[in-house]
C-alpha cells in the first residue's frame, strides 16, 4: 500500500457496483433471501431482477408453515403490506411472482410440498420452466388425518414439470406416491424426450404401479436409485450395456410388495458382462429380514457399499458369510443407527460379543479394498488394532461408548510383523495406549464418531444422503 492511502479506512460502496457483479453474488445466497433482496434499493433491485441470480429456485412448505426460520424476514415485509389473506398465502403468491417472471431462467429447482399450497407452486413450474436441468421433488410426510383426506391433484403437476423439461440432467423424485392411491394407473412421466439428457435418476416410493419400460429410453443413464421391487433383469441387463456404472437399491419406506423378482447369480452375471463396471450400493433402513439373507444379497452382485440404517441389531453370524462374497468389490460397510437406543442396546448382548467381534473382523480381513466401516456393536480394543493391523487405509467410525478395553482371541488374526503384533498385545490397556498404538499403526490420529461432530455429519451426507 503506498504512503498516500496509509492509515486511511477503505469502504466500499456496494452502490457503485455494476449490476452483473452484484447479480454473480446474489446468485449464490439462499431463494428467501432474493425474494427480499430488490427491496434494499434501485441498484439491488435492477441486480436481483438479471436472469443469471435465479438459475436456482427452492421451495419448501414447511418453512412457509413455521416461524422462527429464513422467512421471517420476508414475513415481516409482508405483515405491513396491503394484501387479502394469511401471511402463508402472501408468501406462496410472492414465489408464483418469481417463477412466473425467471421461472424460463430456472435450472436447479427443489421443491418440499405437503399440502394444496404446493399444488399452486407445482403448476406455476410446470406452465412456466422449461429449462431445469437439476430436479427434486419430494412430498413432505403428513398427518393421519390429511392422508385420508389424500389430496392428489399435485400428481398432474409433477408429471407435467417432467414431461416439459426435456433437459433434465438429474431427476430426483421421493414420495408422491400414498399406499390409498398407489394402485392407480399412472404414465411414468419420462421417454424418447428426455433420452439424451437423463444421467441420473432417483425414484422413491413414488409411480409405483407404473410401467417402468420408460427406462429403456435413458441410454446415457450413469447413476440410477430404485427400491428393490422395482428391479427387473431385462431392465438391468439392458441399462448396464449402455451406460449404467453405480446402482443404488434403496429399502428406505415399508410397503406391501417383496422383492418381487429375487434377481439370481446366473442373471447378475450376465449384468455385469454386459456392465464390467457396473457398481451396485445397497442401503436398508426397514426391517425386512431378506435385507440380510441371500434373498437379495446375492454372490454375483458387484457390490460396492452395503449399508444399513436400522434400529434393530444385525444378525452377523448370517449375513457375514455373505458379505465376504464381496471380498474383491466391498469398499464400504456400514450399520448405523439415528437412534440412542440402538446403541444401547448392542452393548446389553455381552453374551455375544466375542462371536460378534470375530466376524467383523472377518470381513475386514476377507474384503482388502474397505475404507469405511461403521457398526453398532461394542468391540474389544484389541481386536479394533487388529483390524487397522490387517487394514490400515480403514476407517472404523465408532462411539466412544463402543470401545471396551479388552483383550481379544481369534484364529483370524492376519500375519504381521512381530513389532506391530508386539504393539497390539500390549497397547490394548487403556484409550491412551490404544490411541497412540493406532497412530504407530496407521500415521494417524485416532478420532471418536461423535454426533454434531464434522466427521459426524460429512459421513451423514456423504452415506445416508438418501435417508
Known amino acids: 500500500m503506498s504512503d498516500r492511502f496509509a492509515g486511511e479506512i477503505s469502504v466500499i460502496d456496494w452502490t457503485n457496483l455494476p449490476e452483473v457483479i452484484l447479480g454473480n453474488i446474489f446468485?449464490?445466497?439462499?431463494?428467501?433471501?432474493?425474494?427480499?433482496?430488490?427491496?434494499?434499493c434501485v441498484a439491488w433491485e435492477n441486480a436481483a431482477n438479471r436472469p443469471e441470480v435465479?438459475?436456482?429456485?427452492?421451495?419448501?412448505?414447511k418453512d412457509v408453515d413455521e416461524f422462527g426460520n429464513d422467512l421471517d424476514l420476508l414475513r415481516s415485509e409482508l405483515f405491513f403490506s396491503d394484501f387479502d389473506g394469511s401471511i402463508q398465502?402472501?408468501?406462496?403468491?410472492?414465489y408464483i411472482s418469481v417463477i412466473k417472471q425467471f421461472g424460463r431462467s430456472f435450472r436447479q429447482v427443489n421443491v418440499l410440498f405437503k399440502?394444496?399450497?404446493s399444488n399452486r407452486i407445482l403448476y406455476t413450474l410446470s406452465d412456466c420452466c422449461c429449462n431445469i436441468t437439476h430436479l427434486s421433488l419430494q412430498r413432505l410426510p403428513q398427518n393421519v388425518q390429511v392422508v385420508r383426506n389424500h389430496?392428489?391433484?399435485?400428481?398432474q403437476a409433477v408429471y407435467n414439470i417432467i414431461q416439459r423439461n426435456t433437459k433434465l440432467d438429474e431427476l430426483i423424485v421421493r414420495d408422491i406416491d400414498n399406499y390409498a392411491d398407489s394402485q392407480q394407473k399412472c404414465p411414468l412421466p419420462l421417454g424418447a424426450s428426455h433420452s439424451c439428457a437423463i444421467k441420473a435418476l432417483t425414484i422413491i416410493q413414488s409411480f409405483q404401479s407404473c410401467n417402468l419400460g420408460n427406462f429403456m429410453y435413458l441410454v446415457n443413464l450413469h447413476e440410477l436409485a430404485l427400491e428393490?421391487?422395482?428391479l427387473s433383469y431385462s431392465l438391468l441387463h439392458h441399462l448396464a450395456g449402455k451406460s449404467l456404472r453405480v446402482l443404488h437399491i434403496l429399502a428406505v419406506s415399508k410397503h406391501m410388495e417383496f422383492y418381487n423378482e429375487a434377481l439370481q447369480d446366473w442373471q447378475w452375471r450376465e449384468i455385469k458382462k454386459q456392465g464390467p463396471k457396473l457398481c451396485v450400493h445397497c442401503l436398508f433402513r426397514v426391517s425386512h429380514e431378506w435385507t440380510e439373507k441371500d434373498i437379495i444379497l446375492k454372490k454375483e452382485i458387484p457390490m460396492k457399499c452395503l449399508k444399513y440404517a436400522k434400529y434393530h441389531l444385525l444378525n452377523y453370524p448370517v449375513l457375514t458369510g455373505l458379505v465376504c462374497n464381496y471380498s474383491a468389490t466391498l469398499v464400504d460397510f456400514i450399520d448405523f443407527s439415528p437412534y440412542q437406543k440402538s446403541y444401547e442396546l448392542a452393548q446389553g448382548k455381552r453374551s455375544d460379543q466375542p462371536q460378534i467381534n470375530s466376524c467383523i473382523l472377518q470381513i475386514v480381513v476377507s474384503?482388502?479394498?474397505?475404507r469405511t466401516l461403521a457398526v453398532k456393536e461394542v468391540l474389544y480394543s484389541q481386536n479394533v488394532l487388529f483390524m487397522l493391523s490387517v487394514n490400515k487405509n480403514l476407517d472404523i467410525l465408532l462411539r466412544e461408548d463402543q470401545i471396551e478395553y479388552s483383550e481379544f482371541n481369534s484364529h483370524l488374526i492376519h500375519p504381521m510383523s512381530y513389532e506391530e503384533y508386539d504393539l497390539v498385545c500390549r497397547s490394548w490397556i487403556n484409550m491412551e495406549n490404544f490411541e497412540f498404538a493406532i497412530l504407530q499403526l496407521t500415521n494417524r490420529l485416532w478420532y471418536f464418531f461423535k454426533e454434531g461432530s464434522e466427521i459426524y455429519e460429512s459421513f451423514v451426507k456423504k452415506h445416508l444422503k438418501y435417508l
Not at 435465479?54 to 412448505?61: A, L, P, R, T, V
Not at 398465502?89 to 410472492?94: G, P, V
Not at 389430496?151 to 400428481?155: A, H, Q, T
Open 228 to 230: 428393490p421391487h422395482f
Open 27 to 40: 446468485r449464490h445466497l439462499p431463494t428467501v433471501d432474493r425474494l427480499s433482496i430488490g427491496t434494499v
Open 54 to 61: 435465479w438459475e436456482c429456485f427452492d421451495f419448501s412448505e
Open 367 to 370: 474384503c482388502p479394498l474397505l
Open 115 to 117: 399440502g394444496r399450497n
Open 89 to 94: 398465502e402472501a408468501i406462496i403468491d410472492t
Open 151 to 155: 389430496d392428489s391433484s399435485y400428481r
